[in-house]
T-cell receptor, first 110, second 115 residues
Framework: AQRVTQPEKLLSVFKGAPVELKCNYS??????LFWYVQYSRQRLQLLLR??SRESIKGFTADLNKGETSFHLKKPFAQEEDSAMYYC????????????FGTGTKLQVIP | DSGVTQTPKHLITATGQRVTLRCSPR?????VYWYQQSLDQGLQFLIQ???????AKGNILERFSAQQFPDLHSELNLSSLELGDSALYFC??????????????FGEGSRLTVL
């Protein structure tokens, strides 16, 4: 069974402080991992995927297979980063089931 | 708007009733996913269809069923409703069954309240 764990429901940081949103996963195969974000009054949307190794809006995420983690990081938080963040895992088998974590609300304090 | 559309946006009904939620995927997307979001539960994967065929199944109750029609829209049927079925139901679509090179595009959700 695949599982995604986001241990923090709420993370509050001051503007300009570093941000780390934690994500741990449980999956026996080789997973595809993603971060999705939902800004206030907007739809849930893709932020980044590990396979692209990209930096979006200053956010990066590194897949650590040893620790089965995919934490989302940003060196300097901005007020517009306040949103709900969801980590997601897609299995690599023949059936593409996408599992989401429970989400972390990031609150950036001005 | 060529994005994912879900109807109705809000629905209030009584226990024991049956409702149907509808989803129209983005133009050209063949894959549809359904998720349930209850308080503190995150997004629970229910079921996925690709081009009319069921591809993956999650924790979908037997009282729930879904299908994807030839025109690619999908419906989620919820029957014998219970108070605990109150939730936000999301539909998402993608061009292909896998996401390694793609992404899920979400609708705004249908909020179901069971009284």
């Amino acid at each position: 069974a695949q599982r995604v764990t986001q241990p923090e429901k709420l993370l509050s940081v001051f503007k300009g402080a570093p941000v780390e949103l934690k994500c741990n996963y449980s999956y026996s195969g080789s997973p595809e991992l993603f971060w999705y974000v939902q800004y206030s009054r907007q739809r849930l949307q893709l932020l980044l995927r590990h396979i692209s190794r990209e930096s979006i809006k200053g956010f990066t995420a590194d897949l650590n297979k040893g620790e089965t983690s995919f934490h989302l990081k940003k060196p300097f938080a901005q007020e517009e980063d306040s949103a709900m963040y969801y980590c997601a895992l897609e299995n690599s088998g023949g059936y593409q089931k996408v599992t989401f974590g429970t989400g972390t609300k990031l609150q950036v304090i001005p | 708007d060529s994005g994912v559309t879900q109807t109705p946006k809000h629905l209030i009904t009584a226990t024991g009733q049956r409702v149907t939620l509808r989803c129209s995927p983005r133009s050209g997307d063949l894959s549809v996913y359904w998720y349930q979001q209850s308080l503190d539960q995150g997004l629970q994967f229910l079921i996925q269809y690709y081009n009319g065929e069921e591809r993956a199944k999650g924790n979908i109750l037997e009282r729930f069923s879904a299908q994807q029609f030839p025109d690619l829209h999908s419906e989620l049927n919820l029957s014998s409703l219970e108070l605990g079925d109150s939730a936000l139901y999301f539909c998402a679509s993608s061009p292909r069954p896998g996401l390694a090179s793609g992404e899920l595009f979400f609708g705004e959700g249908s909020r179901l309240t069971v009284l």
